[in-house]
């Protein structure tokens, strides 16, 4: 298959919804890693059923669902209890995220988004991504945003800012940045940049050959085939 994935991460506050919009714009296949997570435990599903047995029904609210905020209370305060809830809901996400992927790819997309909040954190999933981007904002306007967003003081934002991993490190690891720090139209060139760029990936020379190839005849087929897989 040429079809290849691309983390997409940023920071709170750092702008990775309005460059999520732009590549839903331009039809870019993007998986949300946070929708996933949500739809994985509705009611009646199997995690939904193995958090009650774990956590009791005191986390639910009155329809039904589970109370976010409660349940993130109790995993914040005991790592036990958020590795306990990982290990139920992580298999689903990723169960989901597969059956995402394989749908892109029968529709013949080229390469797939997965927008995943916590890439660079977990690490664990950067290594099934051919590229990792990273939607980055300079300190002054991420904290400038948040206060504004969430109505927080100084202090609070700064808290919640310094509770994630730091932009400029996450930096050093991808293999490719947005620059939300500026207004929206300097970042909608930036996203129409990288989409041009993975478009026309190296990642695709060997189709685009293969192609070629077939109108040219057989003969030349074989021989790129040759090629492809002595090399």
């Not at 994630?164 to 300097?186: C, F, Y």
């Amino acid at each position: 298959s040429t079809m290849f994935l691309v983390g997409l991460s940023g920071g709170i506050a750092s702008g990775k919804s309005t460059v999520v919009a732009v590549l839903r714009e331009l039809g870019c296949a993007v998986i949300d890693a946070d929708v996933i997570a949500r739809e994985v435990v509705q009611p009646h599903s199997k995690a939904h059923q193995q958090i009650l047995q774990h956590f009791g029904t005191g986390i639910l609210l009155e329809n039904g669902e589970i109370n976010r905020e409660a349940l993130g209370n109790i995993i914040f305060s005991q790592p036990e209890k958020r590795r306990l809830l990982n290990s139920i809901t992580h298999p689903e996400i990723l169960k989901e995220m597969l059956k995402q992927i394989l749908k892109y790819f029968v529709l013949g997309y080229r390469y797939v988004i997965l927008d995943i909040p916590l890439l660079f954190e977990t690490r664990g999933l950067t290594k099934f991504m051919k590229y990792t981007v990273l939607v980055y904002c300079d300190p002054p306007a991420q904290r400038a945003r948040l206060m504004r967003r969430s109505g927080l003081d100084a202090a609070a934002a700064d808290a919640r800012i310094s509770s994630q991993l730091p932009l400029e490190e996450k930096r050093q690891w991808a293999t490719h940045v947005i620059d939300n720090s500026g207004d929206r139209e300097s970042t909608r060139r930036q996203v129409l940049q990288l989409h041009t760029r993975l478009e026309d990936s190296l990642d695709f020379l060997w189709a685009r050959l293969a192609a070629g190839a077939a109108v040219a005849g057989l003969g030349g087929l074989l021989f790129l085939l040759l090629r492809h897989f002595s090399s």
